[in-house]
């Protein structure tokens, strides 16, 4: 077996919840050995990996991680990359990237960063202008010419990417996978029972959610018909309390729970057990989007139909009225009329949850994913190294 080739993999947190793709990414490769470069270790009981490196608690550790984070150079991480003996360096985000792009330029290493959501639009709004993104975009010119591969996580994302000036021959779609459970069949279902899961933040429709899920009350009142569903909400974030409200106000406390954000096997196990999936996901009013949601992979693999937007990458993951149902962005009626269709004919959610399971195990299994990344990492080292010769 030929020695693997080695990715020095720069993942500014490593590894909070939102972000567990990237643990599932480093320990599922077949070909590469990745190391983790990160400035925050986050989670590590619950995401064990012996290959990270980040900077030590002492006082010269501190000092050289705020001139890291102020400058984006760090002559200890230089070091420690140029004793690795890399074949390239990888980065997760847009913002990201910048970590590496000086170390890149040091090492002659190629560089190859996934762009999963924010960091594209966030380009193309005046939300770059903020001072927590003005860096970003200051140096988005020199990202966009440094970069040798741009791994767009949607079609959507790929186009951006390209309209903000990437080399289209440089800029590829690549989505991310889910580990298959080992499920023959859909557990026993109360069909009751529904759940969505991110952070509480505008683009991700929890209150378009509350608001369909109020309509189905009224359209069960109207046919007389006792409200016994259950709605859960899984995750944190600013907009929590403005939904809280909502339910409060809308006399709903007693079907719908706030379950905050809980570890990733109590989550997959909240998702099994449940009929419908809902990510009504938007473009927000500061230009934040989505690309591929991957909790809605999860959820197909489990043989649960998913409700979503035709939004980002979400309609590559629906096969619409087959795998689950798309509806239009902003549309609680639309939501909550697909929501009674599915509760009211089993046979029809039973029957898509088993085509959800196939097309997921199908197009977006984890190590599958894992092969096509390590393919794009193939190229793009091959290309370097005849551009130096």
Not at 31 to 43: E, L, Q, S, W
Not at 114 to 143: C, E, I, K, N
Not at 151 to 164: G, K
Not at 181 to 205: H, S, Y
Request: aromatic share 12%; net charge neutral.
């Amino acid at each position: 077996m030929s020695e693997k080739r080695k990715v020095a993999l720069f993942s500014t947190n490593f590894c909070p919840y939102s972000q567990t793709f990237v643990y599932d990414e480093v320990t599922h490769h077949e070909r590469y050995i990745a190391d983790v470069y990160t400035i925050n270790r986050m989670n590590a009981d619950r995401f064990p990996y012996d290959r990270v490196f980040e900077f030590d608690k002492s006082l010269i550790g501190s000092i050289e991680k705020h001139f890291y984070r102020i400058f984006l150079y760090s002559p200890f991480r230089q070091y420690q990359l140029k004793r690795g003996n890399y074949d390239l360096i990888a980065a997760h985000f847009g913002p990201g990237s910048l970590y590496t792009m000086q170390f890149a330029n040091a090492t002659n290493l190629p560089l190859v960063t996934t762009f999963h959501g924010y960091d594209v639009p966030l380009l193309m709004t005046a939300r770059r202008f903020h001072p927590q993104f003005w860096r970003y975009w200051y140096l988005s010119r020199w990202m966009l010419n440094r970069i040798d591969r741009f791994l767009a996580a949607s079609d959507e994302l790929h186009d951006l990417l390209v309209e903000l000036g990437a080399p289209p021959e440089k800029v590829k779609t690549w989505c991310l996978g889910v580990k298959i459970p080992a499920l023959d069949a859909a557990p026993p279902r109360t069909g009751k029972n529904l759940i969505q899961c991110g952070r509480f933040v505008e683009k991700k429709g929890f209150i378009d959610t509350l608001q369909a899920f109020a309509n189905v009350r009224e359209y069960y009142a109207q046919n007389g018909r006792t409200f016994d569903l259950h709605l859960s909400l899984v995750g944190d974030g600013p907009l929590l309390p403005l939904c809280r409200r909502y339910v409060e106000r809308n006399d709903l406390s007693n079907n719908v729970s706030f379950l905050g954000a809980i570890p990733q096997d109590a989550l997959f196990e909240r998702i099994t057990q449940s009929d419908i999936l809902l990510c009504p996901s938007v473009i927000a009013r500061n230009g934040d989007r989505e690309s591929g949601i991957l909790v809605a992979k999860e959820a197909g693999a489990r043989f649960v139909p998913v409700i979503g937007t035709r939004h980002g990458g979400i309609p590559s993951i629906i096969d619409d009225g087959k795998t689950g149902f798309l509806v239009d962005e902003r549309s609680p009626d639309q939501i909550a009329q697909k929501i009674i269709q599915l509760l009211e004919n089993d046979e029809l959610r039973r029957n898509m949850g088993i085509a959800a399971r196939h097309k997921i195990s199908t197009e977006y299994d984890l190590q599958e994913r894992i092969r096509v990344l390590e393919t794009h990492y193939d190229e793009v080292i091959d290309e370097k190294r005849a551009q130096t010769h």
